[in-house]
């Protein structure tokens, strides 16, 4: 009797776990292909909320504090205490207008909003981190009258921008307030 009821139990134990992989792949999210074979994910990321569902970490309370952007992951990671405090996500430049590598500070250079009338972009919550005000962090772009492009927004995460780091509203918000002059930067 017990060595039946063993049998039924690993009998109904794999069709459990079956049924699980079977659900799993079926709520899989698709990849859209392009005309070059490539893919990538269809879900485009929020740039109206911030990029981690956490408080952002306090800056006074970091030991040591320093960002890193990383060009193929296309993302910010913000360091302290000898490790990754917060990822934002972010779009850095496209192939014809790079993001500058290496290792550079946060300047004194930062504001609420700019346009550039030669880009036919401007944006929010602006910190410069290289050329004084050439290279920056800030918001994902804006129009002349300083209304978010949503079409170019919604692609945050790839890499579209002139050279800048795009962030969402409230990631470019936090960092605009909270990281300080001096602060290291390395893009890699």
């Not at 993302?75 to 790079?98: D, E, L, R």
């Not at 030669?118 to 910190?127: D, L, N, Q, T």
């Not at 962030?167 to 290291?184: C, E, N, Q, R």
Request: with cysteine.
């Amino acid at each position: 009797m017990k060595f039946k009821n063993v049998i039924a139990l690993i009998f109904a134990s794999l069709f459990v776990v079956m049924a699980l992989v079977a659900a799993q792949h079926s709520f899989a999210i698709p990849k859209a292909s392009d005309s070059t074979g490539s893919t990538e994910s269809s879900a485009s990321v929020p740039w109206k909320a911030p990029s981690e569902n956490k408080a952002y970490p306090k800056w006074s309370e970091m030991r040591k504090p320093w960002i890193y952007v990383s060009l193929r992951q296309q993302k910010v990671y913000i360091h302290g205490n000898g490790k990754v405090q917060y990822v934002m996500n972010c779009s850095t430049g496209m192939p014809t207008s790079p993001t500058p590598t290496g290792t550079y500070h946060i300047q004194k250079e930062r504001g609420y909003s700019f346009y550039n009338a030669k880009s036919h972009e401007g944006a929010h919550y602006w910190v410069s981190w290289h050329d004084h005000g050439v290279y920056l962090f800030h918001s994902v772009p804006t129009n002349k009258a300083g209304k978010y492009v949503v079409s170019e927004a919604e692609k945050l995460g790839v890499p579209v921008s002139h050279g800048c780091v795009r962030l969402s509203i409230p990631d470019a918000k936090w960092m605009y307030k909270t990281v300080p002059f001096g602060t290291k930067v390395v893009i890699h």
